[in-house]
C-alpha cells in the first residue's frame, strides 16, 4: 500500500493570509486523517509564510492522540532544510519522519534536490543527530541522481523524488510524462538496489498519479499545493479518497 501524507503548508498560507484562526488548520488535519490519509506534513520556513513554529507542537499532539484515540498508526513529517534551526525543531518535536530539502533563499517553492558528494558534507551531522533520536531521515532528490551509496553511507533511510518536472510534463503530454517516468524508475531501482526506501511529491494528483504509483518501492506520496486546491472543487473529504483509490489502483 502506497501511502499518502497530506502537506497542510497551503492551509496555513490561506489563514496568515487574513489573520486570525480561519481555515483552522488543526480542525482540517483532524479531517484529513479522518478521511483516511495516513499522514500530516508541514515544512517549517525560517520566514514562517506558512506553517508558524506555534503550530508545530499541536500539529504533533493531534496526530500522537489521533494513533492513540484510535488505535491506527498515521505519521507527522516535518520537512526542511538541513540547519541547526531546523535540525533544533526535529528534536524537539520528534516527528516520525525529517524530510531534508535543500532551500534557496527567496524560492516560492522547493525547486530541486541534493547531489553527492557536492551536499554531503552539510548532510552528515544533521542525519547524523536525527538517526541518533530514533527518526527516519527522507532527503529530497531529483531523478537521476548519482552517487546514492554516499546518501546510504551517510544513514539516510528514504529518498523523496522531486517530482515537479514529472507534474509539469505530464501536464502538457501525458506521453511526455511517460517519457520522463522512466527516468524515474531507473533512479528507483538504483535506490532499492543501494537499500533506500522511496518516498515522492511535488505537484502530483489524481490523474499524474495513474502512472507514478507504479514507482518500484514506492512508500508513500506528499502532496499538498495540488490536493487541496482540488479540494476548493471536490470537497476535502472526496479529495483524500480520490487521491487514496489512485494510489492503491482502485
Known amino acids: 500500500m502506497i501511502k499518502l501524507s497530506v502537506n497542510v503548508n497551503k492551509i496555513a498560507t490561506l489563514r496568515n493570509s487574513r489573520g486570525g484562526n480561519h481555515p483552522d488548520i488543526l480542525d ?3 479531517k484529513i486523517l479522518d478521511y483516511g490519509a495516513h499522514g500530516i506534513t508541514i515544512h517549517p520556513r525560517e520566514d514562517e509564510r ?9 500539529l504533533r ?13 498515521r505519521e507527522f513529517n516535518i520537512e ?16 516520525d ?12 517553492t522547493s525547486d530541486h534536490g541534493f547531489q553527492f558528494p557536492q551536499d554531503s558534507e552539510r548532510l552528515q551531522p544533521i542525519v547524523a543527530a536525527i538517526k541518533k533520536a530514533g527518526i527516519r531521515v527522507s532527503i529530497f532528490v531529483e531523478a537521476g541522481v548519482q552517487n546514492l551509496q554516499i546518501a546510504k553511507d551517510l544513514g539516510v533511510d528514504r529518498i523523496e523524488f522531486y517530482t515537479g518536472p514529472f507534474a509539469e510534463r505530464f501536464d502538457r503530454n501525458p506521453n511526455d510524462g511517460k ?10 531501482r538504483e535506490a532499492i538496489s543501494k537499500g533506500l526506501e ?3 511529491g511535488h505537484d502530483l494528483d489524481h490523474k499524474n498519479l495513474e502512472l507514478f504509483r507504479a514507482l518500484p518501492g514506492l512508500k508513500e506520496v506528499s502532496i499538498g499545493h495540488r490536493l487541496i486546491s482540488q479540494a476548493l472543487e471536490w470537497g476535502l473529504e472526496k479529495t483524500i479518497k ?5 494510489l492503491n489502483g482502485k
Open 28 to 30: 482540517l488535519s483532524q
Open 50 to 58: 506558512h506553517i508558524r513554529t506555534d503550530d508545530i507542537k499541536p
Open 61 to 73: 499532539d493531534l496526530v500522537t492522540h489521533y494513533n492513540q484515540q484510535t488505535s491506527v498508526s
Open 80 to 95: 526542511g532544510e538541513p540547519s541547526e534551526r531546523f535540525l533544533q525543531i526535529i528534536l524537539d518535536h520528534k516527528p
Open 97 to 108: 519522519q525529517a524530510t531534508l530539502v535543500p532551500v534557496k533563499p527567496g524560492e516560492i
Open 179 to 188: 517519457a520522463m517516468f522512466t527516468r524515474f524508475d531507473y533512479s528507483a
Open 198 to 200: 522511496i518516498n515522492a
Open 242 to 246: 480520490t487521491y487514496l483509490e489512485v
